[in-house]
């Protein structure tokens, strides 16, 4: 007995060496390291003299508290924010349903039994328990189990991804909400001028001084400023409400009053130096772009396995009193071959390398588009910049004239015409200003999404493909 016992376990130990010996044969595909290097500085700001830290809180750079109020009531209350939270949450209660090297089961079965012609009853129990070990030589256990945690870090990025978005969504709808309200004051200020002078010049008329066609022609610009107001005060309506949703209110609920005017925010003046290309590697679409790449190499692995026989060492323990079957206890390996021909699990392997490289191609033209679009934003900030120094000293020299206008016509010097030109002048200065700062505002927004602001998000590097290394920036890191 013991010799066929020692027997039997040389056939087990002998049969778990020859698949470790075919494991080691089995050919491991050398993919694309995705730590590609990128220019050292993008070409719009050449002069790269430090590296630049990604900023966490970028926003505050608009040095606007009802801004930094807004995000925060957005990173708490925002929909969009918590429907991505609990997409993360349910990636993390999947991932511990991917299968394990050892598993555990068991039963327990119990009925009474009742003869009634023999007017005897009989307690029947029934109890099983086993257990069992899958062995992985070829990764495919390990490949799900690194799948579902790549799944959690996707959906990790995605949340980061929502709240860059939803972000830059909130300040572009606030930059805009102050925009109208800037060209809502500026057409009020321009009506009361408007207004004054038209009073001031109907005592005049008919002593010569001021024509009836002059008069005339400063009332049809006071009706055509008084015409744009309506559709200023319907977009500052419109830019409450896009404010509210974001905040996760219902328009007109929200707790922050943000009716009353206050300044256009503006950023601070970017250096040529100091702004890397390599930020681009802390973009979230890039980072998910890269661990759907690793996603596919893991499946791979997974369908390369497919390919090989499946070993595992199991047992079990039964307790059946039913019939008197009494204890039973079995325990051996389990060797389970891939259906034949293999043909069909070949053409599996085959498409799963396919989607390697599309995942791969997608990631370097995703990579080259980031490039594009952030050299694009730094020279639509910069131009917009200048742009705005230009109109900054156009609106004084406009207000001067038209100062120097009116003092001239209260003189004689100067013409009622004189003085609705220049206020046509300022008024058309002041819009073009105020247009400036948005799109200076929205530029900067803008760079910043490109750059990837607002989220500090972990790297893996080549191969290697652990689920610990997502770190993503909190609210409290501000």
């Known amino acids: 007995m013991l010799i066929l016992i020692y027997r039997g376990i040389l056939r087990y130990c002998a049969a778990c060496a020859i698949l470790l010996f075919v494991s080691a044969c089995v050919e491991i595909a050398d993919f694309e390291n995705l730590d590609a290097e990128l220019p050292v500085a993008f070409s719009a700001t050449p002069n790269v003299m430090m590296a630049r830290q990604v900023d966490v809180a970028w926003w505050r750079q608009l040095n606007d508290p009802m801004v930094n109020r807004l995000v925060k009531t957005v990173y708490t209350e925002n929909l969009t924010l918590k429907i991505a939270a609990l997409r993360v949450e349910e990636a993390e209660s999947l991932r511990g349903t991917a299968p394990s090297a050892v598993s555990v089961t068991g039963s327990l079965a119990s009925s009474v039994q009742r003869d009634f012609q023999a007017k005897t009853t009989r307690m029947n129990t029934a ?43 909130l300040l572009n709808a606030y930059v805009d909400l102050r925009f109208q309200q800037a060209r809502r004051a500026d057409l009020l200020a321009e009506i009361d001028r408007l207004r004054d002078t038209i009073s001031r010049q109907q005592l005049v008329v008919e002593t010569g001084d001021v024509t009836e066609i002059e008069l005339l022609n400063a009332r049809a610009q006071l009706a055509a400023r008084q015409t744009e107001f309506p559709a200023v005060e319907a977009q500052i309506a419109i830019s409450l409400n896009q404010v509210a949703i974001l905040a996760g209110t219902a328009p007109g609920t929200q707790e922050i009053d943000l009716s009353e005017r206050r300044p256009q925010p503006l950023p601070p003046s970017i250096s040529q130096a100091g702004l890397p290309a390599d930020l681009l590697r802390n973009r979230s679409d890039l980072y998910f772009l890269e661990r759907k790449y690793y996603e596919a190499v893991l499946n791979v692995t997974q369908a390369r396995a497919d390919l090989y026989p499946q070993l595992s ?96 016509l209260q003189l004689g010097g100067a013409t009622l015409e004189d003085v609705t030109v220049a206020e046509g002048r300022l008024g058309q200065a002041e819009a073009t200003q105020s247009k400036l700062r948005q799109d200076y505002a929205r530029a900067f927004i803008d760079l910043q999404v490109q750059l990837g602001s607002g989220e500090v998000l972990g790297r893996t590097g080549g191969r290697q493909l652990t689920s610990d290394t997502l770190a993503l920036g909190t609210f409290e890191r501000m």
Not at 130 to 152: C, K, M, S
Not at 329 to 356: C, D, H, K, N
């Open 127 to 169: 109890a099983n328990a086993g257990f069992n070990w899958l062995l992985d030589p070829f990764g495919r256990r390990a490949a799900l189990q690194e799948i579902a945690n790549n799944r959690v870090i996707m959906a990790r990025t995605e949340l980061a991804t929502a709240r860059q978005f939803v972000v830059a969504s």
């Open 313 to 408: 060492i199991g047992g079990t323990l039964a307790l059946d009193t039913i019939g008197g079957g009494g204890r039973t206890a079995t325990f051996g390996p389990r060797l389970q071959f891939p259906a034949f021909p293999i043909s069909a699990a070949r053409g599996r392997v085959s498409a799963a390398e396919i989607r390697v490289q599309i995942a791969y191609d997608e990631w370097v033209e995703a990579v080259l588009i980031a490039i594009s679009d952030a050299e694009a934003a730094l020279l639509t900030l910069e131009g917009n910049a200048n742009a705005l120094k230009s109109a900054d000293q156009n609106v004084a020299l406009s207000r001067r004239s038209l100062e120097l206008t009116r003092s001239a």
